[in-house]
Structures are given as structure tokens and as C-alpha cells.
């Protein structure tokens, strides 16, 4: 059921898909602005020894054929040639810097667009009301600002040493067992990203329903999320295993471009899932379109109770 009305309500909620492309479209052309200041040193050497055109040739030869090894070959010999320039060239410092830098930035935006969907889902399913993508960003700022800053500290890292972890995970493997190595790797990165996701999927609804501090709101969260851990963590399992495999074929059937629309309908589709998680959890009727409203069974039990007091 938890899936069934997911679906249902990204279907129901699709436009925001747009919003999202939009914001990310604007939110790149500032992010690669900034970086270009802030590590012009660094691509003006990325320029000199080829790695913008190595990277081209790999990324052509990667295009239309879906292997996970081949991918796998391609981004470790990516990451190899550019560690081997930076080194080089005695900017490992200035790199990590800058790597930071950026990832900072798109943790705070990403987080920003992130909020103002939530208040959007939220808001059409307590009362079917659309919510203007801007005013929820504008409106929400405060609470997003402190919001971002939590999940600095608390998922960014845990995201970074999932894909950090996974990726030296398939290296150390990949020369004695081949591919086999990135197939497990490949499930092990969804279990554990599917992991994540249960585990803070109720944070966003607790602290702009109830209004609490930011980890107040997780407190509540963890307490909601108890009553169908099970229930959530197959939900995300089944999200997590189909939305890797679309991207994935986006990227190499599509040249890319279709990451544009997969991207956002990713993060639609995990944002759905806490919501509908969280209002389950709680007891909440929530609508999925202008026809159909969820109520829990124990709400409609204590309908059918007062209708018949009402009678007698």
C-alpha cells in the first residue's frame, strides 16, 4: 500500500518534476560559475593535460553499451587520471578544498528546493492545496537554512562514505573477481542507500508538520518510524533498486539528457515515500488526488463508531 499510493501521488504531484529541473538548471550555472573562480588553478591544469577530452573519449565509448563493469572502468579510470594530474602538480590540497567548497554548495541548494517540495507534498496531501514552488522557498528560508545545516551533519557524511565506500569496495575487488565485484557492490550500495533513506525519510515531514526544533523533529521521527520499519525499509528497496537502474540507463541510452527528467522524478519519488511514511505512521488521512482520500484503519473504525452513536 505504502508503494501502491506513492505511485499514485507522483503521478498526482508530477509538475513539481519541471520545478525541479528548472531550479537545478539555475542552481548549475551558479554552482559551475563559482567553481570556475573559486578553482580556476586547478581547471586551467585539467585543461593543459587533456582530461577534458580523455573524459569526452571514455564517456563516448561508454555510450550505448549498459555494463556495469564498463562503467565501473570508465569512472575508476577517471578518478585515477585526475588524482594522478592533481598530484602532479602538487594541488591535492587546493582540490579537496575545492571539492568541499562545491559539495557544501550543493547540499545547502539541493536542501533549499528539497524543503519547499516537502511543504508542497505536504500541503496537497493534508488539504489538496498547491503551494507555489517560490513562495515555499522563500517563505520556508529560515527553516530550511536550519535544516541544511543539520544534514551537514548528519546524512552528507553518511552519503559521502556510502559512494567513497562503495567505489573502493568494487577497486579492491574488481582485479581478483571482475565483474562479479561490481555486482555486489552494485547491491550493496542499494541496501545501504535504501537504509539511509528509512532511516531519516520521516525527519522532513515531522519538523514542518509539528513546527519542533530540527532534531526534536528527528526524535519524533525515529519514534514514527518504529511502528513500520519493515514496511518503509521494503518500500525504499523497491525506489532505490528501480530509480539506479533508470538513471543508469539514462545516462548511457541517452547520452545523459534523460538524467534531466529522472533526476528530479528521483527525488520526487523518495520525498513522496517519507510523506506517505509519516502520515501512516501517525494515523493521518492524507489525499492521493481530488477523488481519492486515504483514511487508516483505525480512523475508519472510529468513523463507523460515531456514525453509529450518532443513530442510537
Known sequence: MLLKNTLRLTFSNASN???????RFLCLLCVLGLTTVVGWPIINVLIKDNFFVNLQNSFESMLFNLSFENLFVTIDSTFGNLASIISSHNLTVQAILCGVFVLLIISFLEEYAKMALQQNLIGYMSSLTKYGFTNSYVAGFGG????ALAKVITTLPINVLIWIGAYWFASALHPKIGVIAIILTFFLLIILLSIKETLFCNWKPAYIIHGESVFKSLKMAFKALWKNILKVFSCYLVLVLCMLMLNIFALNFTAGVGLLFTLPLTTLLIAIAGDV??????GMRYYIDSEHIITPKKLEERDKFCKLVDII
Open 17 to 23: 518534476i519541471w520545478k525541479l529541473l528548472l531550479y
Open 144 to 147: 530550511s537554512t536550519l535544516m
Open 277 to 282: 511514511a509519516y502520515f501512516e505512521a501517525l
